[in-house]
């Protein structure tokens, strides 16, 4: 059988041998309707501009809490580090002092009752970790 050829101007799927004119996302016809694409850069831009700037607010607030636990690693390293013959009380605050050798020591005497290198006052917390108080350049 031969198969009938559909004139130029009539959609007709040859694959599923139906008329799909109305399932085209374009105009098949000159009557047709002008089909106008909804133009999405300006939505596109927007939410670009959008997530860098949240994206770069993330960032920096977690650079920010990872300078602060790195400082509070180097002040818990130089504890540590540091010489004292006593068990450091919990809530309670120590000041760490360096001797003319340059070794550091922790005391429980605060700077104004005495005359050595003051580098910083500490409080340990609950979790045995140090907090930094206050050092030289801050009131005491």
């Known amino acids: 059988m031969i198969e009938e050829k559909k004139p130029d101007n ?4 040859t694959e599923t041998q139906k008329y799909d004119a109305a399932l085209k996302p374009y105009a098949t016809s000159v009557g047709a309707p002008v089909i106008i694409p909804t133009d ?5 831009n927007r939410s670009i501009n959008k997530i860098n700037h949240k994206a770069s607010a993330k960032y920096l607030e977690l ?3 990872y300078e602060k636990m790195i400082q509070e ?20 605050v120590y000041h760490l002092y360096k001797r003319e050798n340059n070794e550091s020591f922790l005391s429980i005497i605060s700077p104004e009752e005495c005359n050595f ?4 006052s500490f409080y ?5 970790t140090w907090e930094k108080t206050h050092n030289l ?3 005491i």
Do not use: C, H, M
């Open 124 to 128: 340990l917390n609950v979790d045995q």
């Open 10 to 13: 009539v959609v007709f799927n």
């Open 137 to 139: 350049d801050d009131k």
């Open 73 to 92: 690693f180097e002040y818990n390293k130089l504890i540590f580090n540091a010489k004292f013959t006593f068990e450091p009380i919990i809530g309670q």
């Open 117 to 120: 290198n003051f580098l910083g």
């Open 40 to 44: 999405t850069i300006s939505w596109k």
């Open 63 to 65: 650079k920010s809490e």
